[in-house]
């Protein structure tokens, strides 16, 4: 997992590649776009603004990860308290599956508040949960591992 401090930071360290540009565009249209409403960018990006979600859906128990795409979230307002661990040094409680490209687990990790204007990037060797929010708005981005195109393609 990565904790940037400000949208500045993640333009200066992932300027080069088509998925960190989607990232960069998707970010730039949000004012264009609806709350709670998924967007994609080519196939390698889908996002979406989540608004007021303090102690909804999004909280759960279980730590969740993914293989084929990773999370970025970026604060608009508010914050939350995330955590994260390694995969390897939890339990799984649901199996991944391809259809959703989740996994559960569970277990503990470590602990990070983050708050308006911080970007955080949570990659594929990790699990995360959201455990504690203020009223938050944030972007959601789902990222390819894929470097602009799918293997499969």
Request: proline share 1%.
């Amino acid at each position: 997992m990565i904790i940037l401090d400000n949208l500045e930071q993640f333009k200066v360290v992932y300027r080069d590649g088509k998925k960190w540009n989607r990232c960069i565009e998707a970010i730039d249209n949000l004012n264009n776009i609806q709350p709670n409403v998924m967007h994609s960018i080519g196939d390698s990006l889908v996002y979406m603004i989540q608004e007021n979600i303090a102690n909804e859906q999004q909280h759960c128990s279980d730590l969740i990860g993914n293989r084929r795409y990773f999370d970025v979230h970026y604060y608009l307002e508010g914050g939350e308290e995330i955590e994260w661990a390694d995969k390897k040094s939890l339990t799984t409680t649901h199996a991944y599956q391809d259809e959703t490209d989740r996994e559960s687990f569970t277990g503990n990790g470590q602990k990070a508040q983050l708050s308006q204007g911080q970007i955080v990037i949570f990659n594929n060797e990790n699990a995360y949960r959201c455990i504690a929010s203020q009223l938050c708005k944030k972007v959601v981005l789902k990222v390819t591992i894929e470097d602009g195109y799918f293997l499969n393609k």
